[in-house]
């Protein structure tokens, strides 16, 4: 990460940064035309900052080729998180069934 750039997530679609719309947008309703104007969140997370440029690189490479689809689940990613389960946690899910979000508020908006 690049800790020491801070851009600004106002204009980005931020949810952290343009909370009170996307409250208004997940009850169907129209926002204030002064939403967000004071928000100033009291958390600090990686959308803060600027990826680092391994990241970066990967996704250049992925919009090089120019097709974009639905990808499924990625097998590498899943293998991934087993096997950070296992080595920090000791727990087999080889098997199990369970799911890989994105985001938090993706798993938010599944459980409410």
Do not use: N
Request: proline letters at 8%; hydrophobic letters at 45%; glycine letters at 6%.
């Amino acid at each position: 990460m690049v800790f020491d750039s801070f851009p600004d997530r106002r204009s980005t679609e931020s949810v952290k940064w343009r909370y009170e719309k996307f409250l208004a947008y997940i009850k169907g309703e129209e926002p204030p035309p002064d939403a967000d104007v004071d928000v100033l969140p009291m958390w600090v997370a990686d959308m803060d900052f600027l990826s680092p440029e391994p990241i970066i690189q990967a996704l250049r490479e992925r919009v090089d080729h120019g097709i974009f689809g639905y990808p499924g689940p990625l097998e590498s990613i899943q293998e991934a998180v087993v096997s950070w389960l296992a080595k920090r946690l000791g727990l087999d899910v080889i098997g199990r069934t369970f799911e890989i979000f994105f985001q938090v508020i993706d798993v938010w908006l599944k459980l409410f």
